[in-house]
Structures are given as C-alpha cells and as structure tokens.
C-alpha cells in the first residue's frame, strides 16, 4: 500500500534517512516509521521535539506533514453503516487491526494505544449487536471479548498500574462474553488479567494465587498455553508468600502445560520464550535466592531485544537482586537499560519496579554513578 503521508516521506528523504535510520535515530523500530509514513499510527508528543530537529523542521511543520485521516478499509465502513451485512471479511479485517494493537503494546507507550484500542471496542461492540447470527456473530464477540482485555490492560498500564477499578470492569465484560459463549480460553484470559490486577496491583497474593489457579483449571482442558502462564504467575504469588516449595511445584507443573502448547493454541502468542525465565527470576528474587534470580534474569533480558515493556520489568528485576547482592555497578548499568526502555514505552509494571530499584540504591546516592541514574529516573517521573 502507498504511503499515505506523502510530505514527511518527502522530508525524511530529503535529510537522507531511510525508514532504517531514521527509526535507529529515533530509538524505535522500522515499523513504527512504517506505521507514521502509512497514516496508522502517530508519534507520541514527547517524541516530536526531537523527530522535528532530526527533519530539520519545526513541530508546527511537524504537525502538517502529519495531518492525515486515518485510512479506513472500503469493507469496514460499509459494515459500520451496514451493520446487519457484515460478514467473515469483516471479522478479519478487524483481527488483524487487533493483532497490530497487540504488536504494538511491547514498543509504544500505552497511553498512545488507547484511542485506537477504544475506536475498535466501539465498532466491533456495534457490529458485535447487529451481526447475524451464526459464525459472523459469534467471531465477532470473541474479538470483543479479546479487545476489552487489552483495554484493560492498556488502562492499567498507562495509569501506572494504580487505576484497577477501570481495568476489572473490562476484564469483567471480557469474561462475561466469554462465559456467553462457553470459550473456556477467553475464560481463562479473562481470569488471569483480573489476577494480574490482584497481585500487582492491589498486593494481594493471596486473591492473585486463587485467580491464577482458578484459570489454569478454567484453560487447562482448551488452552495449555494459557494454562502453563497462569500456573507460572501462581508461582510468584506463592514465592511472595515465601512458600518455596509451592513456587517451585508451580513452576513445575506450569512447564509440563508449556510444553503440551502447540502453535494453534489458542493462547500461543501470549506465551513467549522468555516469559518462564521473566517469571521464574522474579520468584526467586522475592524468595531471596539472589544469586539464582541475577543468573535467570540476565539471560532473560537477552532474550527480549523486541519486548521493551517486558524487558524493563526483568531489568527492574535484575536491578534489585543486583542491590541486594551488593553489587552496585552493575545495578547502575542494569537500571540505566531499564530507564532506557522505559523513556520509549512508559510501562507502568516497568515503571513501578525501577522506581522501587531507584530506592534502594539511596545509600549509595552520593557516588557519581548512581546520582546519574538517579537524575535520568527523576527526569523520567518528570515525563510520565
């Protein structure tokens, strides 16, 4: 498809860069230009100060080159007037808009993602009431179903992971469709975000680990993707309850579900290769084996070039087992990669464990090094 912002396509290739440098310049990945160049995405207002000097225009200029509607597909818009008409074409265009919602949630900051998240919920809510009844309909409340989770999680984590009220209700209605349609998968999701809120959120391991257990019973049998992620999250609740040997026999159990998943899981792309390692650092940081949790997560953080949001969280992680082994060069380096990631994305599970990092770091506040890492957190709270 052409670009749809001819004059900043223009404009980047009169100040010689490519799609490739100009994102290295502007620490993003090459899509994301794609994504501005084809009118399907816009750059975060803290980023345009610094996209403008690398154009060689000013941020009024910036602003026209990007003024663009955005594209809509031909078949999309005569569903929305047409309701009623709407077909199998229909649900996969709006899967597809989903699935670059959902690739975008590891690179961009969430705040940015809500507009286009909420727009989508709104449509497909629409087509979901009005669709025929059959395969259309039932496809299309599935898809209701995913993109109210990811509302959920989208407000959550632009909220910096404090507004749990707003996202529940989402994961409510999310479950709710699920249960209408006997998707035990969509169930299980569903229960597993509200987990999520539970035990990061609210610090209850407790509520969390019945949630997660209550999703790996609900997916088991449909999902053992979805299955083996929830038993790996009951692992940490029961590490931050200090239950050692609950932690590992869930880890365990969540390994031998990992292993059954298979690439038309249902839930396979929410499971990555790194997600045991994310998961199993993190408990044995809360179980105080230091040692262990610094050697897990610093493989694990090799392993997510391509997740940021992710990444800073274990680089959060790594941070704080660092500290605690009095290691604190090497805590100052880890965390300096976490506030790097976090200056693109702004996660707010990311946020709330460097910050925590941050703190812990204050004896040694007066060294040269740590009052450099403390200054570019101070300027990230600043931005957030």
């Not at 000097?53 to 597909?73: C, K």
């Not at 969430?110 to 039932?138: F, I, K, M, W, Y």
């Not at 792309?269 to 949790?293: F, I, K, T």
């Amino acid at each position: 498809m052409a670009p749809k912002r001819h004059r900043f396509v223009q404009q980047r290739e009169s100040r010689g860069f490519t799609q490739e440098t100009l994102a290295e310049a502007m620490g993003v990945d090459r899509s994301t230009v794609v994504r501005w160049e084809g009118g399907r995405g816009t750059p975060q207002p803290w980023m345009r100060p610094r996209l403008a000097r690398a154009l060689g225009i000013t941020t009024d200029e910036l602003r026209d080159l990007l003024t663009v509607s955005p594209p809509r597909d031909e078949r999309q818009d005569y569903a929305l007037q047409h309701p009623e008409r709407a077909d199998l074409g229909t649900c996969a265009l709006l899967r597809t808009e989903f699935q670059e919602l959902g690739d975008r949630y590891d690179r961009e900051p969430s705040a940015g993602l809500l507009v286009d998240a909420g727009r989508q919920l709104s449509h497909v809510t629409l087509l979901a009431n009005e669709a025929r009844r059959g395969r259309v309909q039932r496809e299309l409340r599935t898809l209701h179903s995913d993109i109210a989770a990811l509302m959920g999680q989208l407000v959550w984590d632009a909220s910096q992971r404090r507004d749990h009220e707003t996202a529940k209700s989402f994961y409510t209605e999310s479950l709710g469709i699920a249960r209408y349609l006997h998707d035990r998968t969509l169930e299980g999701h569903a229960l597993l975000r509200t987990g999520y809120v539970a035990l990061y959120g609210a610090r209850d391991p407790r509520a969390g680990l019945a949630l997660f257990l209550q999703a790996a019973m609900t997916a088991k049998g449909t999902s053992p993707a979805l299955a083996g992620l929830a038993l790996l999250h009951a692992g940490e609740a029961h590490a931050r309850l200090g239950e050692a040997d609950a932690c590992e026999r869930a880890l365990a159990k969540a390994g031998v579900h990992l292993a059954k998943a298979e690439a038309t899981d249902a839930a396979a792309e929410l499971v990555s290769p790194a997600q045991p390692g994310r998961l199993a650092g993190a408990c044995y940081l809360y179980l105080g084996r230091y040692a262990r949790a610094e050697q897990v997560l610093t493989v694990t953080a090799a392993q997510l070039s391509e997740r940021r949001k992710s990444r800073a969280i274990v680089l959060g992680n790594l941070t704080l087992a660092l500290i605690r082994r009095m290691e604190v060069d090497a805590a100052v380096d880890a965390l300096h990669k976490a506030v790097d990631d976090l200056e693109l994305t702004r996660g707010g599970g990311g946020l709330n464990i460097v910050f925590a990092a941050a703190r812990e770091l204050r004896p040694w506040r007066r060294q040269a090094r740590v009052q450099d890492v403390h200054d570019r957190m101070l300027a990230l709270m600043a931005a957030t």
